[in-house]
Protein backbone atom coordinates (compact mmCIF):
# COMPACT_ATOMS: atom_id res chain seq x y z
CA UNK A 1 0.00 0.00 0.00
CA UNK A 2 3.18 2.45 0.77
CA UNK A 3 4.78 1.78 -2.38
CA UNK A 4 1.55 2.10 -4.31
CA UNK A 5 0.51 5.56 -2.50
CA UNK A 6 4.50 6.58 -2.98
CA UNK A 7 4.28 5.75 -6.48
CA UNK A 8 1.30 7.98 -7.14
CA UNK A 9 2.50 10.66 -5.47
CA UNK A 10 5.80 10.55 -7.45
CA UNK A 11 3.65 10.18 -10.59
CA UNK A 12 1.66 13.62 -9.95
CA UNK A 13 4.74 15.18 -8.81
CA UNK A 14 6.32 14.66 -12.10
CA UNK A 15 2.98 15.72 -13.99
CA UNK A 16 3.05 18.81 -12.31
CA UNK A 17 6.51 19.73 -12.53
CA UNK A 18 6.28 18.66 -16.64
CA UNK A 19 2.98 20.50 -17.00
CA UNK A 20 4.21 23.74 -14.90
CA UNK A 21 7.90 23.54 -17.04
CA UNK A 22 5.49 23.33 -20.01
CA UNK A 23 3.73 25.93 -19.67
CA UNK A 24 6.55 28.13 -18.26
CA UNK A 25 8.59 26.72 -22.01
CA UNK A 26 5.26 28.23 -23.73
CA UNK A 27 5.34 31.89 -22.11
CA UNK A 28 9.45 31.86 -22.59
CA UNK A 29 9.18 30.84 -26.51
CA UNK A 30 6.26 33.03 -27.29
CA UNK A 31 7.42 35.61 -30.32
CA UNK A 32 7.19 38.92 -29.07
CA UNK A 33 5.15 39.73 -31.84
CA UNK A 34 1.58 38.69 -32.88
CA UNK A 35 1.87 36.37 -36.27
CA UNK A 36 -1.60 34.45 -34.99
CA UNK A 37 -5.08 34.79 -37.22
CA UNK A 38 -7.59 36.02 -34.90
CA UNK A 39 -11.04 37.15 -35.19
CA UNK A 40 -12.60 40.98 -34.53
CA UNK A 41 -15.52 39.68 -32.79
CA UNK A 42 -15.38 39.85 -28.74
CA UNK A 43 -18.30 36.82 -29.08
CA UNK A 44 -18.01 33.25 -28.75
CA UNK A 45 -17.58 31.88 -32.36
CA UNK A 46 -18.46 28.04 -33.29
CA UNK A 47 -19.22 26.19 -36.74
CA UNK A 48 -23.29 27.89 -36.10
CA UNK A 49 -22.01 31.21 -35.76
CA UNK A 50 -19.31 31.17 -38.48
CA UNK A 51 -20.73 33.19 -41.22
CA UNK A 52 -20.37 36.57 -38.91
CA UNK A 53 -16.52 35.91 -38.85
CA UNK A 54 -14.79 38.21 -42.09
CA UNK A 55 -11.51 37.44 -43.60
CA UNK A 56 -8.70 40.19 -43.51
CA UNK A 57 -5.80 40.02 -45.31
CA UNK A 58 -3.86 42.33 -43.09
CA UNK A 59 -2.09 40.96 -40.72
CA UNK A 60 -3.62 41.55 -36.76
CA UNK A 61 -2.15 43.82 -34.50
CA UNK A 62 -0.02 43.18 -31.62
CA UNK A 63 -0.60 45.56 -28.57
CA UNK A 64 1.15 45.71 -25.01
CA UNK A 65 -1.45 44.18 -22.67
CA UNK A 66 -2.54 40.98 -25.13
CA UNK A 67 0.63 38.93 -23.82
CA UNK A 68 0.08 40.59 -20.42
CA UNK A 69 -3.12 38.94 -20.03
CA UNK A 70 -2.34 35.45 -21.23
CA UNK A 71 0.79 35.08 -19.05
CA UNK A 72 -1.04 36.56 -16.23
CA UNK A 73 -4.01 33.80 -16.80
CA UNK A 74 -1.59 31.11 -17.39
CA UNK A 75 0.14 32.14 -13.82
CA UNK A 76 -2.76 32.72 -11.90
CA UNK A 77 -3.81 29.04 -12.97
CA UNK A 78 -0.66 27.89 -11.99
CA UNK A 79 -1.23 29.63 -8.55
CA UNK A 80 -4.92 28.15 -8.15
CA UNK A 81 -3.37 24.70 -9.28
CA UNK A 82 -0.28 24.91 -6.65
CA UNK A 83 -2.93 26.09 -3.72
CA UNK A 84 -5.24 23.05 -4.18
CA UNK A 85 -2.26 20.91 -4.63
CA UNK A 86 -0.93 21.85 -1.72
CA UNK A 87 -4.35 21.58 0.50
CA UNK A 88 -4.50 18.26 -0.93
CA UNK A 89 -0.70 17.29 0.16
CA UNK A 90 -1.61 18.31 3.72
CA UNK A 91 -4.36 16.05 3.81
CA UNK A 92 -2.66 13.28 2.57
CA UNK A 93 0.72 13.96 4.61
CA UNK A 94 -1.61 14.25 7.97
CA UNK A 95 -1.39 12.14 10.77
CA UNK A 96 -4.44 12.55 11.92
CA UNK A 97 -6.22 11.97 8.12
CA UNK A 98 -8.27 9.03 8.00
CA UNK A 99 -7.62 6.29 5.15
CA UNK A 100 -10.77 7.12 2.99
CA UNK A 101 -9.78 10.84 3.42
CA UNK A 102 -6.11 10.13 2.28
CA UNK A 103 -7.16 7.83 -0.46
CA UNK A 104 -9.73 10.39 -1.92
CA UNK A 105 -7.32 13.26 -1.65
CA UNK A 106 -4.74 11.31 -3.71
CA UNK A 107 -6.89 10.51 -6.32
CA UNK A 108 -7.86 14.33 -6.20
CA UNK A 109 -4.50 14.69 -6.61
CA UNK A 110 -4.29 12.68 -9.66
CA UNK A 111 -7.39 14.46 -11.18
CA UNK A 112 -5.47 17.63 -10.72
CA UNK A 113 -2.65 16.60 -12.71
CA UNK A 114 -4.58 15.10 -15.33
CA UNK A 115 -6.88 17.75 -15.76
CA UNK A 116 -3.25 20.54 -15.63
CA UNK A 117 -1.75 18.20 -17.91
CA UNK A 118 -4.43 18.21 -20.34
CA UNK A 119 -5.05 21.79 -20.56
CA UNK A 120 -1.61 21.71 -21.36
CA UNK A 121 -2.24 19.76 -24.48
CA UNK A 122 -5.11 21.85 -25.41
CA UNK A 123 -3.16 24.81 -25.76
CA UNK A 124 -0.58 23.44 -27.48
CA UNK A 125 -3.01 22.33 -30.10
CA UNK A 126 -4.41 26.11 -30.09
CA UNK A 127 -0.71 27.15 -30.72
CA UNK A 128 -0.02 24.78 -33.30
CA UNK A 129 -2.99 26.25 -35.25
CA UNK A 130 -1.37 28.91 -35.42
CA UNK A 131 -2.49 31.06 -32.65
CA UNK A 132 0.51 32.68 -30.20
CA UNK A 133 -1.83 34.33 -27.88
CA UNK A 134 -4.59 31.67 -26.71
CA UNK A 135 -6.27 30.35 -23.26
CA UNK A 136 -8.00 27.23 -22.76
CA UNK A 137 -11.19 26.94 -20.36
CA UNK A 138 -12.08 23.12 -19.28
CA UNK A 139 -15.95 22.85 -18.12
CA UNK A 140 -17.89 19.94 -17.65
CA UNK A 141 -18.98 18.93 -20.93
CA UNK A 142 -16.97 21.74 -22.30
CA UNK A 143 -14.34 23.86 -23.97
CA UNK A 144 -13.91 27.32 -24.30
CA UNK A 145 -10.72 29.33 -25.96
CA UNK A 146 -9.45 33.12 -26.00
CA UNK A 147 -7.67 34.17 -28.50
CA UNK A 148 -6.03 37.39 -29.13
CA UNK A 149 -7.58 40.14 -31.38
CA UNK A 150 -7.46 40.29 -35.10
CA UNK A 151 -9.45 38.63 -37.45
CA UNK A 152 -10.03 34.71 -37.81
CA UNK A 153 -11.42 33.00 -40.57
CA UNK A 154 -14.89 31.03 -40.56
CA UNK A 155 -12.34 28.11 -41.78
CA UNK A 156 -9.91 27.92 -39.31
CA UNK A 157 -12.51 28.55 -36.47
CA UNK A 158 -14.00 25.15 -37.66
CA UNK A 159 -11.08 23.62 -38.06
CA UNK A 160 -10.10 24.83 -34.41
CA UNK A 161 -13.12 23.61 -32.98
CA UNK A 162 -12.73 19.68 -34.93
CA UNK A 163 -9.41 19.84 -33.72
CA UNK A 164 -9.98 21.04 -29.79
CA UNK A 165 -13.65 18.80 -29.83
CA UNK A 166 -11.61 15.45 -30.82
CA UNK A 167 -8.90 16.31 -28.21
CA UNK A 168 -10.85 16.76 -25.42
CA UNK A 169 -13.54 13.88 -26.28
CA UNK A 170 -16.49 16.64 -26.34
CA UNK A 171 -19.20 17.39 -28.98
CA UNK A 172 -18.40 20.34 -31.53
CA UNK A 173 -20.89 22.16 -30.23
CA UNK A 174 -19.79 22.78 -26.67
CA UNK A 175 -16.64 24.38 -27.87
CA UNK A 176 -16.33 28.45 -27.74
CA UNK A 177 -13.94 30.49 -28.90
CA UNK A 178 -13.92 33.55 -27.48
CA UNK A 179 -11.97 36.86 -29.31
CA UNK A 180 -9.98 38.93 -27.33
CA UNK A 181 -10.55 42.55 -27.59
Known amino acids: MAIMLSRRLLTLAALVILGTALVWV ?34 PVSTPGQDTFFAEYRLERDRAFSLEASLLTDVVNNPQS ?22 VDLEGLVHAEGYAAAAVFLENQGVTVVVGPGRISATAAARLVQVLARQAGVPAANVAIIQRP
Open 98 to 119: TAEARQNAQDELLRLSQQQARL
Open 26 to 59: GVKTRPAASAEPAATQSQPVSPATTSAVTVSPTP
